[in-house]
């Protein structure tokens, strides 16, 4: 039943948080049981804790799952369609082509955060994630994206 539901709304590869599959019909360590039984069976596949996703098949048989920037992408940037977040600092120069430099840290400004300014480590990568004040984040990119290209 879970399987299905998962099959249904979620692609091979893409990112599944514990707290998106959550509704509050079952309880959690039910739910817990049945994602550590799909895992078993190899329907699904742990990614960090929360965190899992359908193994993507590939021509040589092996099970290729998300990246740790594709994991932050879903996680902070855009969930479920809607823009929650942009990157800063040298990765959004890099994005935009004036720098060549590709940042450790990859910094990002999100809505989906609540509380201060922290470094979080998804997989090997690092992210410093900060919280925006604003309540469209889209409106601020728009805005940086302009003043980067006026040269304001």
Same mark, same amino acid.
């Given at each position: 039943? $879970? %399987?299905?539901?998962?099959?249904? &709304?979620? @692609?091979?590869?893409? #990112? ?9 019909? $079952?309880?959690? #360590? ?9 895992? @078993? ?5 742990? %990614? ?6 359908? =193994? ?9 799952? #998300? ?9 902070? $940037? ?24 590709? #940042? ?12 201060? =300014? ?7 990568? &690092? ?9 469209? =984040?889209? &409106?601020?990119?728009?805005? %940086?994206?302009?003043? $980067? %290209?006026?040269?304001?």
């Amino acid at each position: 039943m $879970i %399987y299905n539901y998962i099959k249904d &709304k979620y @692609k091979e590869g893409e #990112p599944i948080f514990f707290s998106d599959i959550y509704d509050g019909t $079952i309880s959690k #360590p039910a739910l817990t049981q049945q994602l550590s039984t799909l895992c @078993k069976k190899g329907l699904l596949v742990k %990614y960090d804790n929360g965190i899992y996703y359908i =193994p993507k098949k590939t021509r040589l048989k092996s099970a290729v799952g #998300p990246t740790a920037d594709t994991v932050a992408k879903y996680r902070f $940037i855009v969930k479920n369609g809607k823009v929650d977040g942009f990157y800063t600092g040298n990765t959004f120069a890099n994005q935009i082509g004036i720098s060549t430099q590709v #940042p450790h840290v990859v910094e990002i400004v999100s809505n989906n955060t609540n509380s201060a =300014p922290r470094d979080v480590i998804i997989g090997n990568r &690092k992210f410093n994630v900060k919280n925006h004040l604003q309540p469209s =984040p889209m &409106k601020m990119f728009t805005y %940086y994206k302009c003043c $980067i %290209y006026c040269r304001i």
